[in-house]
């Protein structure tokens, strides 16, 4: 079964809204938890490394004051998408590892659109 | 800093064709671990392999093949006798050896068309 829940799956949204997304872990406490971004036809983009109870590390040129992140529990991850637009329409995918040397799951992703 | 390159970006064949689809990375560090993931239409990422960099054994499971050669840097992944149900994005992906949650760097992936 999934390891990673990730909700919505599809999200519409109007432009200068905000958009969260959550991601659980769902039999095993996950401190970290990585949020990447996929255009079409293209890869995975690491965005940020969140960690339970402290704040977010963002990858170079990912605007964190955009891309809100909070990590308040270790079975839950929230991205939230302020003042969507157009350009941030692409699919949103949360990862976790259980440990040391283990692969990296991933959540079902998020189709977010911006009209 | 870490690198994956994956140089072929589409391939398509015919069902029981034999496919390879390519990874080379770069990496500083002498201990690291390669994956394969497997993206769907649907978007969510299928977990295919792991291999540490101390293991150097080819491995097969199924009609899967992956042939790690650490002297080239590559980490090639075989499809034997492809299905159509095969047909999807593949993506290489490398991390560093310590650390609990080391994120993963992902090749470009390579989209695999297999036509019945």
């Known amino acids: 079964g999934a390891v990673v829940s990730q909700h919505p799956s599809r999200v519409i949204c109007k432009s200068g809204t905000s958009v969260k997304i959550e991601c659980r872990s769902l039999?095993?406490?996950?401190?970290?938890m990585f949020w990447y971004r996929q255009f079409p036809k293209q890869s995975l983009m690491l965005m940020a490394t969140?960690?339970?109870?402290?704040?977010?590390?963002?990858e170079q040129g990912v605007e964190k004051d955009k891309f809100l992140i909070n990590h308040a529990s270790l079975t839950l991850s929230t991205l939230t998408v302020t003042s969507a637009h157009p350009e941030d329409s692409s699919f949103y995918i949360c990862?976790?590892?259980?440990?040391?040397?283990?692969?990296?799951?991933f959540g079902q992703g998020t189709r977010l659109t911006v009209v | 800093a870490q690198k994956v390159t994956q140089a072929q970006t589409e391939i398509s064949v015919v069902e029981k064709e034999d496919v390879t689809l390519d990874c080379v990375y770069e990496?500083?560090?002498?201990?690291?671990?390669l994956f394969w993931y497997k993206q769907p239409p649907s978007g969510e990422l299928v977990f295919l392999i792991r291999?540490?960099?101390?293991?150097?054994q080819n491995e097969i499971s199924g009609r899967y093949s992956w042939n790690f050669q650490k002297s080239t840097s590559s980490f090639n992944f075989t499809i034997t006798a492809s299905q159509v149900v095969d047909s999807a994005v593949y993506f290489c992906?490398?991390?560093?050896?310590?650390?609990?949650?080391?994120?993963?760097?992902f090749g470009k992936g390579i989209t695999l068309s297999v036509r019945p």
């Open positions: 990862s976790t590892r259980k440990g040391e040397g283990t692969e990296a799951f």
């Open positions: 039999d095993f406490q996950a401190t970290t």
């Open positions: 969140s960690n339970e109870g402290s704040k977010a590390t963002y």
């Open positions: 990496t500083r560090d002498t201990t690291y671990y």
């Open positions: 291999r540490n960099s101390f293991d150097e």
């Open positions: 992906a490398l991390s560093r050896y310590t650390g609990a949650n080391s994120k993963l760097t």
